[in-house]
């Protein structure tokens, strides 16, 4: 039988002891608490990148002049909750007297140490300090519960706070029913706004509350405050991962810090845990910049194939070619303001090699070659994107920018044809010009030419020929020839059948159209006659009744010859000899052609008019 002894308390209660061979138990390990939620802000002075909000707060409260309602407003993870539960805390924050200090009883945003109420504030659980989740709560019954909640008084705190997240989920019913006690609330009542979508709230209740809008954190910001956690953590990094992470995290504070939770996970399987930028870059899916750098030397010298094989070992390594073009695109940017403001990057959130070899890039490249570069990459990323073979879609545009670094601007192009058209025919210096100031191609610039270079310079300039005259209009059948010569037929059909002249002017059309006449005509016509004479037409409509169209006047002297043909006796003889012929067309006879030399002259033609096309007959009775 097991040996348990039971003994007696002093109370008289039975306790149970444990048996002598039995180990002693460990205490429950506490779960892990994310990094994000370890280091959360307690006070004002720990938030990181809002100095303008912390000193608005800080003189407000100092002078007494708290407000009844704030709204915060900024991107994912830049503090808008946890500022809220600062607010709170100051709302509320009591020390009790102790020794020669006094006590604190009245609102202040320096709270060196916990309060009465802190503790509860800061782990969401004070019966005064009320969160709600807008998106889970959007209806007007939710809003007439905090309105008859507001009424009565904090149970143990002084001030009663609403912290509503995410406030713009409410419904239009719950924000009107909010207007009333939002503007004039009870004196122990104050509100907390915190929404991503400003614009999405109504300008009736965000004229009601102070707005602060809260930045994206620096890059070095970020960094440092990524340093420091590691050290309390004990985990070594290397800077460059440290700035890998914090350029993904792209301004936020809880991206950077569950990013480094990822990162610390990813790359330690042993005490102490040491991450490494590879490390971190084979998490995130980048790309080493170094080799992003050189990717873009080389689609900017034209080396295509050089460029494919690089981004193939890109992929094969783990990096997105969507993210690829991205960092591309990024690297653009970073050229282009190192070449126009060389001093805003030089702030730590770049590393050494970046800066050195963007500022070559800076000085070889021009603005116009780096702008369509970027055009090219930001409509090459949609491409990616969208394509189920991303990687095939990113070799196409590294082709495109390969084949496109090279060649001249509009303007340089421009400059160089009148340039080659004000130089006489065959007397043309074959001396190379040199590079307008500033323009400096940049196959020259690097070195190299692109295959788009090499093949327009290969093909010989045409020889220009003299420009033909313009036209010149007399009368509307000359329109409607022009329109024939330029190739135009559907406008020269509308003008034959749909349009009827009413007033021909030079520079200036009246026309009445038909009721099936097609609404552009009109504009069309504007357009092809300023481009085909070089003159700005006017054409207008009018409401008169105008001359036939021309296709009328064609069918009307149709069957006047039809009918002069009749009465011709030479035609009635031949009608009534063949019974059952009909004349289908009438057209003009065709001039004799001229005697050949030496020969007998050609007979004349009796007639001026043929007839075609006879239906045959059976002359058989």
């Not at 709560?137 to 706070?161: C, F, L």
């Not at 004479?533 to 006047?560: H, I, Q, Y």
């Given at each position: 039988m097991q040996d348990d002894r039971t003994d007696r308390t002093e109370s008289g209660e039975a306790e149970l002891a444990l048996p002598i061979t039995a180990p002693a138990e460990k205490a429950p390990a506490s779960p892990y608490l994310v990094l994000a939620r370890k280091y959360r802000p307690a006070r004002f002075e720990d938030l990181i990148g809002q100095e303008a909000m912390v000193r608005t707060l800080s003189n407000a409260f100092d002078l007494g002049r708290i407000h009844q309602a704030y709204i915060l407003t900024g991107v994912r993870g830049v503090g808008k909750t946890t500022t809220a539960r600062i607010l709170a805390r100051a709302f509320n924050y009591e020390l009790p007297a102790r020794g020669s200090e006094p006590a604190i009883t009245r609102p202040t945003i320096h709270m060196p140490e916990l309060g009465v109420h802190c503790r509860a504030i800061i782990?969401?659980?004070?019966?005064?300090?009320?969160?709600?989740?807008?998106?889970?709560?959007?209806?007007?019954?939710?809003?007439?519960?905090?309105?008859?909640?507001?009424?009565?008084?904090?149970?143990?705190?002084?001030?009663?706070?609403?912290?509503?997240?995410?406030?713009h989920m409410l419904s239009k019913q719950a924000f009107n029913g909010l207007l009333k006690t939002l503007e004039e609330p009870p004196e122990h009542v104050r509100f907390v706004f915190a929404t991503t979508e400003i614009e999405k709230v109504p300008v009736t209740v965000r004229s009601r509350c102070q707005r602060f809008d809260l930045r994206r954190i620096e890059t070095k910001v970020l960094i440092d405050h990524l340093a420091k956690i590691c050290t309390m953590e004990a985990v070594g990094i290397e800077p460059e991962a440290l700035l890998l992470i914090a350029r993904a995290a792209e301004g936020s504070v809880r991206d950077a810090l569950s990013l480094l939770d990822q990162a610390i996970a990813h790359g330690g399987g042993a005490r102490p845990v040491e991450v490494t930028a590879e490390s971190v870059q084979s998490m995130l899916g980048t790309a080493d910049h170094g080799r992003i750098i050189d990717l873009f030397e080389l689609v900017m010298h034209g080396k295509i194939s050089e460029a494919l094989t690089g981004i193939d070992a890109l992929y094969e390594c783990g990096a997105d070619p969507a993210q690829v073009l991205v960092e591309l695109a990024d690297f653009v940017h970073l050229v282009t303001r190192l070449k126009l403001v060389p001093a805003a990057v030089q702030d730590g959130s770049i590393t050494p090699d970046e800066a050195r070899r963007g500022g070559e890039l800076a000085e070889a490249l021009s603005i116009p070659v780096l702008t369509r570069t970027w055009q090219l990459l930001l409509k090459g990323l949609e491409d990616v994107k969208d394509s189920p073979r991303p990687l095939a879609a990113a070799h196409m545009v590294l082709v495109r920018l390969a084949y496109a670094a090279d060649l001249p601007t509009p303007d340089e192009a421009l400059r160089k044809l009148e340039s080659r058209l004000a130089e006489p025919l065959g007397g043309a210096s074959s001396a190379p010009r040199p590079p307008a100031q500033g323009r400096e191609p940049l196959g020259a610039a690097l070195g190299a030419a692109s295959p788009a270079t090499a093949a327009v310079a290969a093909r010989p300039l045409p020889t220009t020929a003299p420009s033909a005259p313009l036209p010149r209009l007399s009368c509307f059948e000359d329109i409607v020839a022009l329109a024939g010569q330029k190739r135009d037929p559907l406008l020269k059909r509308a003008l034959e059948r749909d349009v009827r002249l009413v007033r021909f002017e030079p520079l200036r059309i009246e026309l009445?159209?038909?009721?099936?006449?097609?609404?552009?005509?009109?504009?069309?016509?504007?357009?092809?006659?300023?481009?085909?004479?070089?003159?700005?037409?006017?054409?207008?409509?009018?409401?008169?009744?105008?001359?036939?169209?021309?296709?009328?006047?064609?069918?009307?002297?149709?069957?006047?010859?039809?009918?002069?043909?009749?009465?011709d006796p030479l035609v009635r003889s031949v009608l009534a000899t063949f019974p059952g012929a009909e004349i289908v067309a009438v057209r003009p006879s065709t001039p004799p052609e001229p005697a050949p030399a030496g020969g007998a002259a050609a007979e004349p033609h009796d007639g001026e008019r043929e007839v075609f096309e006879e239906v045959p007959v059976d002359l058989d009775p």
């Open positions: 782990e969401s659980r004070h019966v005064d300090v009320i969160e709600m989740d807008a998106a889970s709560h959007t209806g007007i019954d939710d809003v007439r519960e905090i309105i008859a909640n507001a009424q009565y008084r904090p149970m143990s705190a002084r001030t009663k706070v609403y912290i509503i997240d995410e406030v009445g159209l038909e009721p099936g006449c097609a609404r552009t005509v009109v504009q069309d016509l504007t357009r092809r006659l300023t481009e085909w004479t070089g003159e700005r037409w006017m054409v207008v409509v009018s409401n008169e009744p105008g001359a036939p169209t021309l296709k009328e006047r064609e069918d009307a002297a149709a069957r006047a010859a039809a009918e002069d043909l009749h009465a």
